[in-house]
């Protein structure tokens, strides 16, 4: 299944950029854990441990916020500026984790924004390339 390259309507997106931001981060921070706990992520969490991070979903006007310790992710309550900000529009995010597009290709054509320590955009950029998403539900999505 091929995600088509649409884009959340402006109307909806205003509907969503309402809501507040804490429920969907909290979902992206469970999601990250469980991902870490069953080693599909393999993050060395002490390089992010201390790091504030930031994903906007554009099309849909939403800013995720996250931080990590040495252990887990948890949500990031703060106003400062994140240590790394990955921006992208939901398709896009939606083809980098069903490995239709890998981060490169989308941040060379200007699908994906990375913004902040260049070190740590690395880091994670390296991490979602090495992620196996073939263990994890989006398999089902994967095979179709």
């Known amino acids: 299944m091929r995600v088509p390259d649409l884009t959340i309507p402006a109307s909806l997106s205003g509907l969503i950029a309402k809501l507040p931001a804490t429920p969907p981060s909290w979902l992206l921070v469970a999601a990250l854990n469980q991902l870490v706990r069953r080693q599909v992520l393999p993050a060395d969490m002490a390089l992010l441990a201390g ?3 930031a994903v906007q979903v554009l099309d ?7 931080t990590a310790d040495e252990q887990r992710f948890s949500l990031d309550k703060g106003d400062g500026e994140p240590d790394l900000c990955l921006s992208a ?3 896009d995010f939606a083809r980098m ?13 200007r699908k ?3 913004e902040g320590d260049t070190e740590l955009g690395l880091i994670v ?5 090495s992620v196996d ?4 539900p989006l398999s089902r999505f994967m095979a179709a």
């Open 51 to 53: 790091r504030r991070f």
């Open 60 to 66: 849909a006007g939403v800013t995720l916020r996250f």
């Open 125 to 129: 950029k390296n991490l979602l390339d």
């Open 133 to 136: 998403w073939s263990s994890t």
């Open 89 to 91: 529009n939901a398709a």
């Open 97 to 109: 984790m069903l490995r239709e597009e890998d981060p490169d290709t989308l941040f060379f054509n």
């Open 112 to 114: 994906l924004r990375i």
